[in-house]
């Protein structure tokens, strides 16, 4: 499964690499970062990833020193209107952007499953019951009963 984790912050995105790589219900065979909306946006518009974790707040100074006021619901807008099925989370506290991402879930997805709204402190047993709720069949289980089918054959 491929990860993408967008977050302004580079604590937090750490945070999130590591909790990605103890949890025990998929297989992350690549996780990336992006410190923020902009080279969130490239890195999507050139890798399809299973699971897009975006932070709420993406302000950053970018690269040639000006200001990107931006916020993660432009980024998950884009990211909706190109594949409404995406799994998207988003990883905030502030309840305005919840607010957002809510609206914007119904808008393309017609629905609101609220673990795909995970706070910013989440603990690495809340990530994987919220991954178990989004992966019903646990990807690790499914390559397992391959690789077994492929050594019957």
Not at 8 to 14: C, I, K, L, T
Not at 27 to 39: C, D, H, K, S, Y
Not at 86 to 108: C, G, I, P, R
Request: hydrophobic share 45%; proline share 4%.
């Amino acid at each position: 499964m491929k990860v993408l984790i967008i977050d302004n912050n580079a604590s937090n995105r750490e945070m999130m690499n590591e909790l990605m790589r103890e949890q025990k219900i998929v297989i992350v065979e690549g996780l990336l970062e992006a410190p923020n909306r902009i080279m969130g946006s490239m890195l999507l518009e050139a890798i399809d990833f299973d699971l897009i974790i975006i932070g709420g707040g993406l302000s950053n100074i970018l690269p040639d020193g000006s200001q990107d006021n931006g916020d993660g619901m432009s980024l998950i807008e884009q990211l909706l209107k190109k594949n409404p099925f995406s799994n998207v989370v988003l990883w905030t506290d502030k309840a305005q952007l919840q607010a957002q991402f809510h609206a914007l879930l119904m808008e393309y997805k017609h629905e609101v499953p609220h673990f795909l709204c995970w706070k910013k402190q989440v603990s690495l047993q809340e990530v994987e019951e919220n991954l178990l709720l989004i992966y019903p069949t646990p990807w690790q289980v499914i390559n397992e009963t391959l690789a077994e089918v492929d050594l019957l054959h």
